[in-house]
């Protein structure tokens, strides 16, 4: 239970950051240094995943045990939904997220910088040989901060399906002017948000699964078995 706890508290506070601060001058700063202090106090707990696409990069590199994916993403989804709504309590309105380009570039965009995010996280984080080091939170909130600031503008820049998804709802059922709306698209809500959470699902997730191979082929010894 309290891994679960640890990964709905840490992408809590991460999805909240991206909502309030997300679109502000130095906004990608934010996002990343509280990636960071999240992944310092929750990693030691639960591995701080904080994100879907990362666990399924972990289960598929036998890093994570499976009995734990689902409740790990479904805890993060909800952390995720839960900030999305505080976010609209204090702020007024809700916090769409949507691609500034064609879908295509998005999408590659999205795979591309949760690919690296996955890779980093696996290899400071997991593997063997990093065991033990002080600087993984700082590599992986480096890694969100560098991927926001450099992809942010061009896919919206969630890197994460917990964030696009919360971040999804948040634009489609509270809008913009300060009410909410119980159905997407009624009186001004935004159902057309809907239209890109798949790029914020698919397009981490593949990221996720591209970086899941590589990171095992770096962990082999050269004899093609894992190093110990």
Known sequence: MRNLVTEF???FFLVLVVCLAGGQPMGWLAIGVVLMVMVYMGGPISGGHYNPAVSTAALLAKKMPSKD???YVLSQIVGGIAAAFVAYLV?????GIKPSVGALPAFLVEVVFTFALCLVVLNVACSKRSGGNSYFGLAIGGTVLAAAAAGGGLSGGAFNPAVGIALTLGGAFFGQGGQMYLAPGANGGGAGDFAHVWLYILGPLLGAVLA?????????????????
């Open 9 to 11: 508290v840490g992408t």
């Open 69 to 71: 994916y689902g409740p």
């Open 91 to 95: 702020s007024g309105h809700g916090s």
């Open 212 to 228: 899941a191979p590589l990171f095992r082929l770096q962990e082999e010894d050269g004899s093609g078995t894992e190093a110990a």
